[in-house]
Each structure stands twice: as C-alpha cells, then as structure tokens.
C-alpha cells in the first residue's frame, strides 16, 4: 500500500500525464441517506473565563526542610516568600511528605504557577506548583446529549473521540470561524439559529442550486431532492438530505440549551458555504468555496469578511479520481492563507488515495469507524487516511449511527423544524475532526495546519485489539479530542515564543526551519509509518550512525514495504530560498527498488535512489534550489518507501534554508 505523499505525487502526476475523468463531488454518503439553562458547574473555565488559586503545594528534598515547614518557622516562611517575592503561610501537610502553602490572596493560575516556579529554584526544593482548581467535567443538558456515543469517552464496546475532556479545557472562541462546504444549511433550525456568521452560495448552475438562481449571499439550503432521471440516465428519484445541516450541527449545534443535540464548538461560529444542490456539484464551485472561506479573492464574489481558520469538506467523488490540480492549488492556498482543511475520506469502502479531494496533499483526511472501534463497513481506507472518528453504522435512524441537527422536508424545507437524525458516512466522520481542530486552534491560534495534524495524530486513542482498524489503513487512531486540546493547550508557549517570528522573518543568510535540528522531538513535525515506527528518535543504529547534531534526528526507511515521511508547513524565506538538509544513506538494495523524496505541496523537488552503491559512509549535505517558492507558505515533506527485498535507510538531520547554493 503506498503511502499518502507517493500516493498524492503520483496522482498529480497521473493528471499531468491524462487519463483524468470527470470527478463530480457528491453530498450524498451512499450507504447513508442518499448523500454523504446556566451552564452546568464548571462550565466557567470552558468558556475561557480565568481560573483561580490561593495556594502552592512544596516538596522538600530532605527531611530537614520538610521538618523546619512543618513547625511554620518564620526563618523558613520568611526564606520561602523571599523567593517568591509574596507573603507565604504554611497551610497544612499533604500526603507523600508535600505541603500546602497559603498566598494572601487569590491570584489566575498562572500567575501562581510562576511563582511556585521560583520556589522550585530553590535547591532544598524538590518542586513547586500552583495548586489548580478542578471541576466536574461538563454533561451538557441537551435533552439527546445521552445518543450522542460519538462524543463519549473511548470504553470496550464504544468508541467515542472523548469530548467532555476537551469542553473542561475550553468550548471555543467566540473570534474563529468554521467553515462549512456542504448543501447549505436550515438556519431556523433551533438548534442552529443564532450559530452562524454570513456565508455564500457558490452554486453557478440554476438547476443545481435548485433555487431558481446562480451565486448568491443566501447560503440557505432550499433543498436537493430530485426526480427520476434528473441526475442522469437510470437516476432515481431521492428527498432532500439536509446534509449540510446534519454535518453543520455535528461541528457547532448550540449546546447546554435544553433542547436537542450538543455540538463540538459551543461558542465558535459556523460559516455556511454551499457548493452542493441537486445532484452534487461540480469540483469548480467548490475550488471557489475553498478559497474564499479562506479568505482569499474569487471574482465576482464579494471577499469574505469573516475568513475561516477550519474548513470542512464532508464532500467528493464516486468514482475513482486524482486529486485535480485546480483542487490542489485552491487547497494549498486554503492552507497557506493558515486554515486547517479537512475532508472525508470517502464512502466506497475502497482505496481512499483514489478518491478526491481526500486524496489531495494538505487535507486532513478522515476515514469512519463503528462503535466498536472497527472500520465502518463503507469507509474508504488506506495510507492516505491521516486519522479516523466515528462515522456510525447500521443506516439512516440506527442509534449506532451519528446523531444530529435535520429537518423532516422531503423537498423544501419544514419550517421551525426541531428534527434530529442518525446518519452513517466519512461525511459525518469528518465534522468531529474539523469541530476538534476549532477547539485546540481556540486555545492555542498559532498553530499551524502541520502542526494541528501532528497533534492529532500523536493524541489519537490506539484501535482496540482486533480492530479491522490499523495504522496503515485508518490512519494514526481514533480522535481523541480531550488528549488533542491538551496538547494544543500545552504547546501554547513553545510556539508563541520560537515559532510565530519564522511567519515574517526573512532570513538572509539562512537558518534553521522550525524545530528543523529535531531537538524538541515530533513538535511542529508530522511523521507517518506504514510499518509504525518512529520516524523523529534520540536512538540510531549504535555504533554506526548518530545525528549529524544534537541528541535527535530522523531515520526513514527499512525493509517490509515501508512507506514514511516527515513533513510540516514553512515559510520559503524570500532572501533564503535555498532549502538544505544533511542526509546519511545505508542501503542493501540494488538501484531502482528504494526512494527517498523531498515534496513540496505535493510536487517532488528531489528523488533519491537508495541504493547500495548510494552510500554515503556518513553525513552528507544537500541542497535543493526552492527559489520559485520563495516568500510562500508550503508544505515539506520528505519521505522514503521502500520494497520488502533488502534493506534502504535514510537518515535526515539539521534542516534549514541558505540564501545562495
């Protein structure tokens, strides 16, 4: 099975070469319906109001200091609030030999925990920190919140992307957009009024738009049943699907309102954008419908005031199709604009590299599973899927399928109508991906798109033990959203302080990409193995090869078929555009088996034939000529796959861009 950047290079080369048919991007799932109070306690810190504490807890390293706390001395409280630089009381012993200290009064956490920091410094200090608040996780009072197993922590027999985790960290951010590229929506559902911004329609035919007009602001759903024989020779006739509706209410249905389902994101918006009507749409609305979501122009269409930083895609073709070049650009400069694109793998229980736009470079590609945690019967699958959610199964109405926001109209829609569905397909997977990604980009907006990937993917809750799930076909795990806003949470700092210059900064004479020496592990990387290994290591072959720098650098390949690659999205500096890396080859194979690929949004800018007579006996240096890329935002990958005959490895260290060759 090749894996996702082979897969995606090739068929961009496929297209170059022809051979491409016509792709229609459908909304309908085909196993599916014929389309793919208060708060509650606690709520307060979910909603990103600041948490606060008057206390530190203190450990001593001996039992000295832990006796000279205990009897409160005022030698000791005098040398502890010194530190700290605040009036310190001793409050009361813990167990396992810790304490509690008082401040006088209470401060936000964080304040408390940079204090306690100082404590830490002491060297009579084993450690210090702020003794946080914790709350009762939140259970939303939405009256079908209990059929909703999708949110539910992952337990044997369900599995659940572990929501009420994540909506304990936060519930959104009222200043991010998601984007939703699907039918329309039902805006007076209400479970949906007042979660919108303004969005458009993008549907340039009349007959598909089923509206009695071309492009417009009125991103309403009017409907997409149709008549026997409408979508083509031997068609059936069909009732509306309200798929965007349906898909919308996964990401963003309003919760803890009493009524209904909850939604992903509480407090974000959703921004409809519609591309699909009667019989699907056409791949050049939706190319349209990316870019302006994004934010960026499209003409004749007024630009979006409110640009999106998640995109959704529950939508793609039937038949088997590369990933188009229009699709691709639009996707790369989605991505380069900063928005997170996600997109259903697809709904042909097939390869899913043969199926667009999830087959295109720079989505996050979402494959379904099943309440056991097994692969949806209908998913597409393989090593182009980056993650999997649960989709559902068991049909239209099955509790074990995705519940959500519908109405009841077979052509237009009911008014006022509190309908709710259970619907199957890599269409409802998808949305659970895309509402995730608006909450880790609600605590932390610096995150890049490579980044969000690489954390969701190293949060993701392993497959359960017999899973017709793996790694190499459903993608690195099941979403686990509380893991992943965490992460997102915890990597605030690390990329305010050392990532966020790279955007604007032009390096001259060159530099480090970021964490482009590998010292800070898999951060702001992405890393895939078809065979599960560890692409990013502080461990080599001992004895033969150790990184060019540091304590850390990556090793691709090996034998049995591995398919691996390293990537993330950079700035190709404009006074700098010379990318280099410093590269190792140890190979067994003979020419023409083994390859290691440098990729660039998907184009291949380097091939290296890892071979025997290929070795480098050491660390060698490489530099590739990215001049017509220069300024730009783009995605890096290199990557190797090999054959299971003989052995090829290629280690990759200090990467980075030189302004000359």
Not at 27 to 32: E, I
Not at 140 to 159: F, I, K, S
Not at 164 to 182: E, M, N, Q, R, S
Not at 190 to 214: C, E, H, M, Q
Request: hydrophobic content about 40%.
């Amino acid at each position: 099975m090749k894996w996702q950047i082979v897969a995606r290079t090739l068929a961009v080369i496929g297209l170059l070469l022809g051979g491409l048919g016509t792709p229609r991007a459908l909304a309908q799932d085909p196993t599916g319906p014929k389309s793919v109070d208060q708060p509650e306690m606690g709520a307060t810190a979910r909603t990103g109001a600041i948490a606060y504490t008057d206390q530190i807890i203190i450990k001593y390293r001996t039992n000295a200091g832990i006796e000279a706390l205990q009897a409160a001395g005022a030698e000791q409280m005098q040398t502890l609030s010194a530190a700290a630089g605040v009036s310190l009381t001793y409050f009361r012993e813990m167990s396992g030999d810790a304490h509690v200290l008082k401040l006088p009064e209470a401060l936000p956490e964080a304040e408390v925990a940079a204090l306690a920091q100082k404590l830490a410094a002491l060297p009579e200090v084993e450690y210090a920190e702020a003794d946080r608040r914790v709350q009762a996780l939140a259970i939303p009072n939405d009256l079908r919140y209990g059929e909703q197993w999708h949110y539910l922590a992952p337990v044997m027999g369900t599995y659940g992307i572990n929501l009420p985790g994540a909506w304990d960290i936060t519930t959104g951010t009222i200043t991010l957009i998601i984007a939703v590229i699907d039918t329309g929506l039902v805006f007076d559902h209400p479970d949906l009024v007042g979660r919108t911004v303004a969005g458009y329609d993008f549907i340039t035919s009349s007959f598909t738009g089923n509206d009695g007009n071309g492009r417009d602001p009125d991103a309403s759903d009017p409907g997409d049943w149709n008549s026997a024989g409408e979508c083509g020779a031997g068609s059936g006739a069909r009732n509306s699907s309200w798929h965007g509706t349906h898909v919308a209410g996964t990401i963003g249905a309003a919760t803890n309102n009493g009524i209904g389902v909850a939604g992903i994101n509480w407090v974000s918006k959703i921004q409809p954008v519609r591309a699909l009507g009667k019989c699907g749409g056409t791949i050049s609305d939706v190319v349209d419908a990316i870019r302006w979501s994004a934010g960026l122009p499209v003409a004749g269409v007024p630009t979006n005031p409110t640009p999106a930083r998640v995109i959704n895609l529950s939508l793609g073709s039937v038949e088997p199709s590369v990933c188009s070049l229009s699709q691709q650009n639009a996707i790369n400069d989605a991505t380069a604009a900063g928005a997170i694109v996600v997109a259903a793998a697809g709904n042909s229980a097939n390869d899913a590299g043969n199926y667009s736009p999830g087959n295109c470079a720079n989505v996050i590609t979402v494959a379904a599973t099943n309440r056991d945690g097994n692969r949806a019967g209908y998913s597409n699958f393989g090593a182009t899927v980056e993650i999997s959610a649960p989709g559902g199964s068991g049909g239209m109405g099955s509790p074990n399928a995705v519940l959500s926001t519908l109405n009841q109209g077979t052509t237009s829609p009911v008014p006022n109508n509190a309908f709710y569905q259970f619907y199957q397909g890599t269409s409802m997977a998808a949305p659970h991906v895309a509402g995730v990604a608006s909450l880790m980009l609600s605590v932390n907006p610096n995150l890049t798109p490579a980044q969000v990937l690489s954390l969701l993917q190293s949060t993701a809750t392993p497959f359960p033990s017999g899973s017709t799930c793996s790694t190499t076909t459903c993608g690195a795990g099941i979403l686990n959203a509380a893991a992943a806003v965490q992460a997102a949470q915890n990597a605030s700092t690390l990329n305010q302080r050392v990532f966020l210059p790279l955007i604007n900064r032009d390096f001259g004479s060159g530099g480090l990409v970021p964490n482009g020496d590998f010292e800070q592990g898999a951060t702001v990387w992405a890393q895939s193995s078809s065979n599960g290994r560890q692409q990013i290591r502080n461990s080599f072959a001992p004895n033969i090869v150790t990184p060019h720098s540091g304590a850390w650098g990556v090793w691709l390949g090996g034998a049995f078929n591995e398919q691996g690659y390293i990537q993330q999205t950079v700035i190709v500096p404009a006074g700098a555009p010379y990318l280099y890396f410093y590269n190792w080859i140890g190979s067994a194979d003979s020419p023409g088996f083994d390859f290691g690929y440098v990729v660039i949004n998907g184009v291949t800018v380097l091939t290296v034939d890892l071979h025997s007579g290929a070795n480098t006996g050491g660390w060698v240096k490489r530099v590739i000529n990215l001049t017509a890329y220069a300024g730009q935002m783009v995605t890096l990958q290199i990557a190797v796959t090999t054959d299971d005959a003989y052995n090829s490895n290629w280690f990759i260290d200090d990467v980075g861009f030189q302004s000359t060759p």
